[in-house]
Nanobody
Framework: QVQLVESGGGLVHAGGSLRLACAAS????????MAWYRQAPDKERELVAL????????NYADSVKGRFTISRDNTKNTLYLQMNSLKPEDTAVYYC???????????WGQGTQVTVSS
């Protein structure tokens, strides 16, 4: 059974930090590119950051560049998102996404809420 379980969300003041984790099981984690998305109320889900299978390449939304860092530990089947200098506009539900080879398989986690107060 495929599972992606996010954790680490919560309430933080502007300027603070959070570290999200996404624990994967039920598939070959190291063969999947991974990504973090977020969805704020009344907005479409957007890509936050992407990392390739071995972690060699990453890509970030312009709005989070220099503040967020995506990483992965293939020995622990876990994806991370370190979020620093958080802003109220970062408030959203954050989801992890697994992207299989040739985009043939996609898995989503259930999401974790991040709320940044001003």
């Amino acid at each position: 059974q495929v599972q992606l379980v996010e954790s680490g969300g919560g309430l933080v003041h502007a300027g603070g930090s959070l570290r999200l984790a996404c624990a994967a099981s039920g598939f070959t984690f190291s063969s999947y590119a991974m990504a973090w998305y977020r969805q704020a109320p009344d907005k479409e889900r957007e890509l936050v950051a992407l990392i390739t299978t071995a972690g060699k390449y990453t890509n970030y939304a312009d709005s989070v560049k220099g503040r967020f860092t995506i990483s992965r530990d293939n020995t622990k089947n876990t994806l991370y998102l370190q979020m620093n200098s958080l802003k109220p506009e970062d408030t959203a539900v954050y989801y992890c996404k697994a992207i299989g080879p040739l985009l043939k398989t996609i898995y989503w986690g259930q999401g974790t809420q991040v709320t940044v107060s001003s």
